[in-house]
Structure formats: structure tokens, C-alpha cells
């Protein structure tokens, strides 16, 4: 049974820092390219990062270009997202997506982020 669950959400204030982590187990990790996006209330759900399979290639939101990192562990199945410098904007449910080419795509169920003084 394939499955990815999020963990490491919750209330943050501005400036502060969250690492996001994903735990991946029913399916083969290493092949998959592993994103993070985000959907805030009455938006839609958009890419924050992504990580290609071997993890020698990233892209970034230009809005968290510089505050967020992605990396990935194959060994332990799991992607992570750290967040620095959170701003308000940031608050969102924080989704973990798993795809590749030649199968299904898996998302996580969400963690929710919220930035605010």
C-alpha cells in the first residue's frame, strides 16, 4: 500500500523556521521525483519545490527562492522542506507529491503551516 505522510507542520511566528519531512513507503522512492506544494485558503494548490529522483536537480517557488531548501534521504524514503524566514504568506496545508514517469502519481495527505504573530 502506498503511502506518504507529512509531518513537522504547526504555528509559527514571522521569521521563524518549520521543517517539513515525508515518509514514503509502498512504492520505489528512488525513482520517483519528489515535490512539495502548498494550497491556501481559496487557492489554488501550487509547486513549492522540487526534487528530481537521484537529487541532483531542484526548483524553487520565486517566492521561496532563498528561505526554503528541499533534499531528500533515498536510503529512509523520506523528502524534506526547510523553511526559514517564514513569512505570513507562507500559511498553507503543505502537500507532499510523488511522481514518476512511467507510473502513478502519490500525494500526502497534508500538513498545515500557519505563520502569524
Known amino acids: 500500500q502506498v503511502q506518504l505522510v507529512e509531518s513537522g507542520g504547526g504555528s509559527v511566528q514571522p521569521g521563524g523556521s518549520l521543517r517539513l519531512s515525508c515518509a514514503a513507503s509502498g512504492f520505489t522512492f528512488s525513482r520517483y521525483t519528489m515535490s512539495w506544494y502548498r494550497q491556501a485558503p481559496g487557492k489554488e494548490r501550487e509547486l513549492v519545490a522540487r526534487v528530481t529522483s537521484a537529487g541532483g536537480h531542484t526548483i524553487y517557488a520565486d517566492s521561496v527562492k532563498g528561505r526554503f531548501t528541499i533534499s531528500r534521504d533515498n536510503a529512509k524514503n523520506t523528502v524534506s522542506l526547510q523553511m526559514n524566514s517564514l513569512k505570513p504568506e507562507d500559511t498553507a496545508v503543505y502537500y507532499c507529491?510523488?511522481?514518476?514517469?512511467?507510473?502513478?502519481?502519490?500525494w500526502g495527505q497534508g500538513t498545515q503551516v500557519t505563520v502569524s504573530s
Open positions: 507529491l510523488a511522481q514518476y514517469v512511467f507510473g502513478s502519481d502519490y
